[in-house]
């Protein structure tokens, strides 16, 4: 029955994400929960990371090659490459728990949750067409800002209701890693 | 609840699902964005200018039904922003302001519109498209002198709401407040130290943390949140 439960879970979070509704996959509700149980947020958070950690990741491998400022080549590289970690660990934690990797591959399927989360597509085709120059570095600035900016919205959403400590552990370093990548790109366009 | 019991709601659930994934996205604006440039209030919250509350994680979610002249909107969440004396910085400029906005999500854009007062003093048409992944309106305040706060609104085309984002400007000339202290720059790394964020490590810079020594393997510049421990992209632990 429990494997019914967290199947219907499951569906949930593949048709809306399953906010409205209390759905507890990794406890039962009359004990405290165990050590290593989660909860939906927590499923919910790494299956909308995943999708968004790879646009940052394609944008930063991006700017690590074609930005003309070094200092914004050098955080776009380190970007590019703590995200690829980040993305294996919380694949990772989503496999041990049985849970897909990939809710839904497309990324407006979360317009539900305002859509915040991810970056549409168009615009890092669009990135992708400016030449090399101050036009691209500032669009790049631009864009991946606006992108942390959904990824602190997102992990603060863990923290505030997850029930995973890995997961909860690895949202805090989110939220604090790219409040000051925001500060950071904040300088860096005020050149 | 018995098992039974709670596996007919989430059945009911499951069932309700596809039609809140229609309703939801009418119910919920999806799309969050301020004035990055020249720093709006919430920028200056964001960027650490100035110390702020919750609006310094989400700068880009000023939300609020239309018609508001509030830095706020009117979004009970973010009412400090609306506080004219919170040390907000403000920023020096000529008679024409280029305004740039970030965006987190693009939705639907009825029009922007720039206030002083309750004059509004520009307005770019939004023709019901998502807006460019960077957007810039050029503002002529050449009727304005002397410090002013410009309010602009994003109004939404496909719900009753708007984003709200006041900058605050000493136009044309005179002497503005002063910059803004925070944001330093980053130093470079005593050798072999212990680290610290804010420190712009180079590859093959070796610094300890906790117990351990760790080798930089790539250009960055340290921030909380990328410790060498929960970094290996990184930093080699040796």
């Excluded at chain 1, 399927?109 to 859509?115: E, I, L, Q, R, V």
Aim: aromatic share 6%; with cysteine; hydrophobic share 35%.
């Amino acid at each position: 029955m429990r494997r019914l439960a967290a199947v219907l879970a499951g569906l949930l979070l593949l048709a809306g994400c399953g906010t409205p509704f209390t759905a507890t996959t990794g406890g039962a509700e009359s004990a405290p929960p165990l050590p290593g149980t989660f909860n939906d947020t927590d499923v919910m958070f790494l299956q909308m990371m995943v999708p968004s950690h790879e646009q940052g990741v394609e944008m930063a491998r991006l700017a690590a090659q074609r930005a003309t400022d070094a200092d914004v080549r050098d955080l776009a590289a380190a970007v590019e490459l703590t995200q690829q970690d980040e993305i294996a660990d919380m694949a990772g934690r989503l496999r041990a728990w049985n849970q897909p990797v990939a809710a839904d591959p497309n990324p407006r399927a979360h317009t539900g949750h305002g859509g915040m989360h991810a970056t549409d597509p168009a615009f890092i085709e669009t990135l992708r067409r400016i030449p090399a120059g101050p036009e691209f570095d500032r669009n790049f600035l631009n864009l991946l800002t606006g992108h942390q900016h959904g990824a602190v919205e997102l992990a603060r959403m863990e923290t505030g209701r997850g029930e995973d400590t890995g997961a909860r552990d690895l949202a805090e370093r989110i939220v604090a890693s790219r409040t000051a990548q925001i500060k950071q790109m904040a300088r860096l366009l005020a050149r | 609840m018995s098992l039974k019991r709670r596996l007919a709601v989430l059945g009911a659930a499951v069932g309700l699902a596809p039609l809140l994934v229609v309703v939801l996205p009418a119910a919920t604006a999806g799309a969050h964005g301020y004035i990055s440039s020249p720093p709006s209030r919430q920028a200056q919250c964001a960027q650490g200018t100035v110390s702020c509350g919750d609006i310094k994680y989400e700068p880009q979610s000023v939300e609020a039904p239309k018609g508001s002249r509030l830095c706020s909107g009117g979004n009970p969440r973010f009412t400090e922003l609306d506080d004219n004396n919170h040390g907000w910085h403000v920023n020096a400029v000529g008679s024409t302001v280029t305004f740039t906005w970030t965006f987190t999500a693009r939705h639907a854009t009825t029009n922007y519109e720039y206030y002083i007062g309750n004059t509004r003093v520009a307005e770019f048409a939004g023709n019901g498209q998502q807006p460019p992944p960077t957007l810039s309106h050029t503002v002529d305040l050449s009727g304005y002198s002397g410090q002013q706060k410009l309010l602009a609104v994003w109004n939404i085309a496909d719900t009753a709401n708007a984003f709200y984002t006041c900058v605050d400007l000493q136009i044309g000339g005179g002497s503005p407040s002063e910059p803004p202290p925070n944001n330093p720059p980053p130093t470079n790394p005593p050798a072999g130290g212990t680290w610290a964020a804010g420190t712009a490590y180079q590859a093959g810079n070796t610094v300890t943390y906790g117990s351990t020594t760790y080798r930089c393997l790539q250009n960055h510049t340290a921030l909380p949140g990328w410790e060498p421990s929960s970094t290996p992209a990184l930093w080699q632990a040796l």
